[in-house]
């Protein structure tokens, strides 16, 4: 009898998202159904599931950025599984699908790194997911107007994102805010768009991100806001490592409760950008 062990990729369809849940379940991750089928949608081909001798137990998934740059996440391999080459094996297929079009970036948990740098990633920042056990109230400038984002924000919005970041996230504005409207806020300054913040509901935690405003008042006035909206529940923000905004959080009542490092495969001067942010959509979306 042939036991010889083989290993092979589907693509990601819809149908794949219960295997995607129980992954993520085992890793103690925060994504719920509408997170997949977000990414599932903007992924364009670049999702895949891993299988060994027939059994589905990895995933990845693929987005690209207006041809800026490409982004992975969701690198999730069966608990009993690993070892066996699945998460190299996903890796290459998306670097293959990602490469020709930019750079390729994620955000690696220590776990990932040793990997990631084989395939050849280069690290170029890092990451702090905060937890914040309550929502506390935090103080907010006087000098700004806030507003609870209407249909009619979106346009200017997602400019005004892709102006600081350089890159198209349209789709997930969009969705962040159909999802999760109590936490989409904008704020203006003589009546000029001067940030914004949007969150969601995870499985664990509410999640805060992205957060994008022209200086820390403003993000600290955005933040004030959301947290009033929370509900009395734990919560997360993924911070890029600024030391004064990072430094302020922490005296606020958050606590590391783990780290990323950004990672980029390719020309890194498109992806910097990519840390000019308060807190980012999360590690599966930059």
């Known amino acids: 009898m042939d036991t010889k062990e083989s290993s092979h990729l589907l693509a990601f369809r819809e149908e794949h998202i219960p295997l995607g849940m129980r992954l993520k379940q085992w890793a103690k991750w925060n994504q719920v159904e509408a997170d997949w089928k977000l990414l599932l949608g903007i992924s364009r081909g670049g999702a895949f599931v891993g299988t060994y001798n027939d059994k589905k137990v990895g995933t990845l998934v693929t987005v690209t950025y207006n041809e800026a740059f490409s982004w992975i996440g969701m690198v999730l391999v069966d608990p009993r599984f690993r070892g066996k080459g699945i998460g190299t094996l996903l890796l290459k297929a998306a670097i293959e699908y990602a490469l020709p079009v930019g750079p390729v970036l994620l955000d690696a948990t220590a776990m990932g790194q040793p990997l990631y740098h084989s395939l050849g990633f280069q690290n170029i920042g890092e990451i702090a997911r905060l937890a914040l056990a309550k929502p506390v109230p935090i103080a907010a400038s006087s000098n700004l107007i806030i507003k609870v984002v209407q249909s009619e924000h979106l346009a200017s919005m997602i400019t005004y994102d892709q102006e600081k970041v350089t890159f198209n996230r349209a789709v997930v504005i969009e969705d962040f805010f159909q999802r999760t409207p109590e936490y989409a806020l904008v704020a203006y300054q003589n009546e000029r768009l001067v940030g914004y913040c949007l969150g969601r509901v995870g499985s664990r ?22 947290l009033a909206a929370a509900p009395q529940r734990a919560l997360i923000m993924d911070v890029p490592l600024q030391s004064d905004w990072y430094a302020w959080l922490l005296s606020q009542g958050f606590a590391v409760q783990r780290l990323f490092t950004r990672m980029c495969l390719g020309d890194q001067r498109k992806a910097d950008d990519s840390l000019a942010q308060y807190a980012i959509a999360g590690p599966a979306l930059g």
């Open 205 to 226: 935690f509410e999640h805060i991100g992205p957060l994008v405003a022209d200086n820390q008042e403003v993000a600290k006035t955005l933040l004030s806001y959301a």
